[in-house]
């Protein structure tokens, strides 16, 4: 019987998946289930999406695309990240791929030999441990708990440097902790960066859009320009166009790094299909009053989770500034039962919470921080109160 390569194996199903499996099974057994568990954005996109997509289909010459991604999509994308703060990039700076999932996998194979080293913190999208694992690259995980409310600080950072990572992957704002770094924050961070030239530095920052209380996208670059020659920024349409499924990721970053990617994919996508492209180009250049309105509506949304969840004793709730995620402290539960049966850790915490209350939240040890749970709040706002006041009555329960 031949075997199967061993980087299959260093490849774990997501835990994610598990925990809205489960909630599927109840559900379709007839159990109220409310759903905190899915990163998904939960809305579509503006009408002119759809009449972009359709105009192509009208069109539609039904050939390969190009590698890098139509001309018409780069410039798109060129426009939107001028307006995030970027400056000085051309199409030759820029590849595409099928989604950001995939754009990081392809960045990955592009600049990660085996057992060289990325860094990147803890609480991490689940992802970035498991494509490290793929291409057999040594993860080193940078913890940062609760109390540096989930964020980097300079010193971790350049202690992690002083091993010379070949690549150094930052996610702002964050999945799962919904956490987003300042200015001055970004600056200090940059400050150290430019100091470790022999490392790539990725930004994945595809919740770029999803940013309250005025505190604005702010990027390695724009405090120390020089970082341009080695750091890639990585977006999406999924979160912020509503488009997760339409699979639209992109990267600007050195013209070395976009034609890397741009090889790899003429080796194994080719191209995105050309519906998706116009959809994509209309989402990017058309109208932004969806997004604009949906990061509102989380703003709203984020202040009930927060204060529904500070209002239970022991659980420490950092304030989400971005994304649509909370990752508050749970800890205060392990070692106590429910009606009779104990919770020694988080994955139990949350199986016990989805069979008694019917709320499915996901694990922190999925994202690398095992004291916590990521609630993802972009549930029908008629769901999210009750959701929370089930935690809420989870935990008084608690002996
Ligand atoms: N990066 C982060 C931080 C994410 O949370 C996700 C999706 O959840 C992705 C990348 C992947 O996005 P895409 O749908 O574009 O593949």
Avoid at 242 to 255: D, K, N
């Amino acid at each position: 019987m031949p075997q199967l390569a061993q980087r299959v194996g260093r490849a774990k199903p997501s835990a994610i998946m598990v925990i809205a499996e489960k909630a599927r099974q109840l559900k379709a057994a007839g159990r109220d289930i409310i759903s905190f568990s899915i990163g998904v954005p939960n809305f579509l996109p503006g009408e002119h999406v759809y009449e972009a997509a359709r105009e192509a289909l009208k069109h539609d010459s039904g050939q390969y695309g190009s590698n890098r991604g139509a001309d018409a999509l780069l410039d798109a994308f060129l426009q939107h990240i001028e307006a995030l703060g970027f400056s000085g990039y051309g199409r030759s700076n820029l590849s595409i791929g099928i989604g950001a999932k995939q754009v990081l996998y392809n960045l990955a194979e592009a600049m990660l030999n085996e057992g060289e080293e990325i860094c990147f913190a803890a609480p991490y999208w689940t992802t970035y441990h498991d494509i490290a694992d793929i291409v057999g690259a040594k993860a080193n995980v940078l913890h940062c708990g609760a109390e540096q409310n989930y964020k980097l600080v300079p010193a971790q950072l350049e202690a992690a440097l002083q091993r010379k990572p070949k690549v150094f992957l930052f996610n702002n704002p964050s999945n799962p902790t919904g956490m987003v770094y300042t200015r001055e924050e970004i600056a200090a961070l940059a400050d150290v960066l430019a100091k470790y030239p022999d490392t790539w530095i990725i930004t994945d920052d595809i919740y770029n859009s999803m940013v309250f209380d005025g505190l604005g996208y702010n990027n390695f670059v724009f405090a120390r320009p020089e970082l341009r020659d080695r750091l890639v920024f990585v977006d999406s349409v999924s979160k912020t166009y509503g488009m997760p499924g339409w699979r639209v990721g992109l990267i600007a970053g050195p013209e070395s790094v976009a034609k890397a990617v741009t090889t790899l994919n003429s080796n194994h996508i080719t191209s995105v299909p050309e519906v998706i492209t116009a959809a994509a180009v209309a989402a990017f250049a058309g109208p932004q009053d969806v997004p604009r309105a949906k990061c509102e509506e989380f703003a709203g949304k984020r202040d009930v989770v927060v204060e529904a969840l500070s209002a239970i004793p022991g659980v420490v709730c950092p304030r989400p500034q971005g994304a649509f995620y909370a990752f508050p402290d749970i800890s205060v539960a392990f070692g106590k039962s429910y009606q009779g049966t104990k919770i020694t850790n988080d994955v139990e915490f949350c199986a016990v919470l989805l069979e008694a209350t019917g709320v499915a939240c996901v694990p922190g040890s999925a994202f690398g921080e095992p004291r916590a749970m990521r609630i993802s709040y972009t549930c029908p706002t008629a769901q999210l109160k009750p959701g929370l006041e089930r935690i809420q009555a989870f935990f008084a329960q608690l002996s």
